[in-house]
Structure formats: C-alpha cells, structure tokens
C-alpha cells in the first residue's frame, strides 16, 4: 500500500542544518538547484528539433500533451528501462501529484524528472564544478535527498525528492513572473538548470546543459528518448 506523505510533512522532516547558504531570489528554506552535467550523465538523448532565442520561439501550452496521466503513461517504459521498479514508478507518479500542490504543472515536474534522471530513483549524486556542491536525487538539486543505487524506495523516500526539485522550480517560477504562459514557464526552466538567464537565446546554457528548455518543450509534447 502507498504511504501517503503531505508537503508540509515533508519539508518539516528536512533538518535546517543542511541547507546551504540561499540566493537572494530565493526565498529562505528553498532547495538551490545548480549547474550539472546529469543528463549527459544518463545518457539522454537531444530531442529531435533545437529550439532557441527568447521565450516567443518556444512552443506554445496548447502544444504539449493534454494531460498528466496520458505524459505520464508514454514515459513508464523509458523510466523502468533505467532499473527503477514497477512500484517505484508507480510512486513517482504519487509524488508528482503531492508537489504539484506546490503549484506546479504536473507535466512540467514529470518533464523535469525525465530530463534530470530519466526517472531512476537510485540515480548518481554529481558536484557543481569548482565548489564541488552536491546535486541530488530524481531532480538532481542541491540539498535534496538522492538514495545513489537504490531501488525498491518507500514513497517518503521519492516524494521527498520530487518535492524538493518541485519547490526550487516554483521559486524560480516565481522570479519570472509565476505565470502560467511560456513567459515565465521557459526562463524559470533555463535558471533551474544553470543558474542564469540570457533572456534573448533560453539554449545558451551559461555552462550547464544548452538544449535543456529546448528538450523539456518537447517532452512536454510528447518526445520520449
């Protein structure tokens, strides 16, 4: 049986011990997600078409896929493939809904999720270069919970993580706007990845990952690598 988790549960059970020092756009007690290599790492594929300059040239919300439960369901084979359980990704998708409250798109977490760590719970830690920071878990952030190698996790276990990526994308939501259009939807993606901002190309990675928006957009459509 799932064990239910609540949002609040989970960000009281994270010591404030661990948390690393806060950017000023970043509200106190909000995961840093930083520059990391984790997709290359995994192994992911770049989509079929590159788009790039300014939010405008990226593709419209009536584009992506209608509903979480259909994107949802074309990603469950690609996330089993990479040795996450049938119960784990039956959880991952519990833990999606549960950070969702925190006023994010299902479809954009899962889109998130999938280009992070192709949706492997056990998914290696990687280290911001230089500082040597840790990225962790399903959404690859700093001071979130990763469990490297596992499989088989409890649902607090996965939640935990998804929650964590989920609450740094809504303050980075919240920095362009908190707007449910392309405007702030596709730079919050761009600064959750690298940190920064070129506002006029989103596939100028600033030393992270150049086709990360440019990727989520597509599966947010439906791509599946």
Known sequence: MLFKVTVLGLLAAIPLSLAAAVPSTLTPGTFEA???NATKDMGILAAPK???GPWQNFPAI???LGTFDALFEKN???MRSTGSTADDVGRINVAIREAAKLGVDERVILGIIMQESHGYVGVQTTYSPGEGIPTAGLMQCSNCPGFPGRTGLSQNDITSMVVGGTQHYKANLQNWGDKWSPESIY???REYNSGSVNTNDL???RG???NY????AQRLQGWVD
């Open 187 to 189: 730079p919050a993606l």
């Open 76 to 78: 469950k084979n690609s």
């Open 34 to 36: 930083l520059p990391n």
């Open 62 to 64: 009536d584009t992506w």
């Open 50 to 52: 590159k788009y790039s």
């Open 213 to 216: 928006v440019s990727d989520i």
């Open 208 to 210: 992270a990952t150049p």
């Open 203 to 205: 596939s100028d990675g």
